[in-house]
């Protein structure tokens, strides 16, 4: 069954193209453009985004200057600079777009409310979710399951720089196999690297399936959207 609606996770690194920082216009253009494909065809589109690109609490914290606490509202701001990077992009390809942020910033975007986020989807808007969970400690991949769950998402489609997920790591090994389908068991095992474990077991609960899939190979959201074809690609269910 071809999905209705879907939240697709983007990593923040992947917007800062070849630079490895920040921004880079043609990365957001591109995905822009992708997203679109799957507006036309009528999916409903949620969307959540990282911030490694500017900053990941993690490593702000580090050296013992900034508390991680902090950190990690550091991190959840640079989600929200992506965001409405995003959602100025979706709307120069003639989109309506709503972001929806876990912290208040009524200046800048709505905050996170289930029943209006599902409002906007199914009135053909695009939903960008930023801020994380609106908490420490839990990543953007908590996020995206949490909000996949909310608002009744059929799936989740990890958008990353690699075609799925492998045996082992294919950057270091010629031999690497790409998995087509793992349990949510496979997906926990502390050598493959799909999602944090929070985010997994969250999606096991749901019975939600992730597809984790290279988001630079021009058109594979719709293939495997739209149109249901995950070869090339990986499932955990």
């Not at 490895?20 to 959540?48: C, D, M, N, R, W």
């Amino acid at each position: 069954m071809k999905p209705k609606r879907v939240l697709v996770k983007f990593s923040g690194e992947a917007l800062a193209g070849s630079s490895g920082f920040g921004i880079e216009p043609k990365v957001i253009k591109y995905i822009a453009g992708e997203i679109k494909s799957l507006a036309i065809a009528g999916v409903e589109t949620g969307i959540v985004i990282g911030g490694g690109n500017i900053i990941r609490g993690v490593s702000a914290s580090q050296g013992g200057i900034i508390k991680r606490t902090s950190g990690d509202h550091m991190g959840m701001l640079a989600t929200v600079i992506n965001a409405i990077a995003l959602k100025e992009a979706l709307e120069h390809f003639g989109l309506s777009v709503r972001v929806q942020s876990a912290i208040k910033m009524e200046a800048i975007c709505e905050t996170f409310i289930m029943g209006r986020a599902i409002r906007h989807l199914q009135k053909g808007r695009v939903v960008i979710f930023a801020a994380g969970t609106g908490n420490p400690f839990f990543t953007t991949d908590t996020a995206a399951t949490l909000r996949a769950v909310e608002i009744g998402a059929n799936m989740i489609v990890k958008a990353t720089k690699v075609n799925g997920v492998y045996d082992k790591d294919p950057n270091k090994f010629e031999g690497a196999k790409l998995l087509s389908t793992l349990s949510y068991d496979d997906a926990l095992r502390d050598d493959i690297k799909v999602m944090d474990d929070t985010s997994i077991a969250l999606a096991k609960d749901n019975k939600l399936p992730i597809v984790v899939c290279n988001m630079f190979e021009p058109g594979n959201l719709a293939k495997i959207i739209v149109d249901g074809d995950l070869n090339g690609c990986s499932i955990v269910k």
